[in-house]
C-alpha cells in the first residue's frame, strides 16, 4: 500500500521559511518521479514543483527563485524549502508520486496534505 505521509506546515510570517518533507512507502521512491502541489481556497490545485528520479527539476512560475525542491533516496523522502514566503502561499500543500515531466500530469498516488499559513 502506498503511503505519503506530509509534515512541517504551520503559520509563519511573511518572510519567512518553512520546509515540508514528505515520507514515502509502499513504491521504489528513487524511480518515481515526486511532486509538490498546493490548493488554495476556491482555486484549481496547482504545480508548486517536481524533481524527477534523475533530479531534473521543474517549478511553477509563483514560486521560482524562493523555492527549492529535493530528495533523499535513501530516506524515501523529498522536500520543499519554501522561502521569502507570501501571504499568497498560503495552501493546503500535497505531496505526489508519479508526476510526468513530459505530459504534466500529477501521478496516482497523493499525501493527505499539510497546511501552511502566511499571515502577521
Known amino acids: 500500500q502506498v503511503q505519503l505521509v506530509e509534515s512541517g506546515g504551520g503559520l509563519v510570517q511573511p518572510g519567512g521559511s518553512l520546509r515540508l518533507s514528505c515520507a514515502a512507502s509502499g513504491i521504489i521512491f528513487s524511480i518515481y518521479s515526486m511532486g509538490w502541489y498546493r490548493q488554495a481556497p476556491g482555486k484549481q490545485r496547482e504545480l508548486v514543483a517536481a524533481i524527477s528520479s534523475g533530479r531534473s527539476t521543474k517549478y511553477g512560475d509563483s514560486v521560482k527563485g524562493r523555492f527549492g525542491i529535493s530528495r533523499d533516496n535513501n530516506k524515501n523522502t523529498v522536500y520543499l524549502q519554501m522561502n521569502s514566503l507570501k501571504p499568497e502561499d498560503t495552501a493546503v500543500y500535497y505531496c505526489?508520486?508519479?508526476?510526468?515531466?513530459?505530459?504534466?500530469?500529477?501521478?496516482?498516488?497523493w499525501g493527505q496534505g499539510t497546511q501552511v499559513t502566511v499571515s502577521s
Open positions: 505526489n508520486a508519479g508526476y510526468n515531466f513530459r505530459s504534466g500530469v500529477s501521478g496516482n498516488y
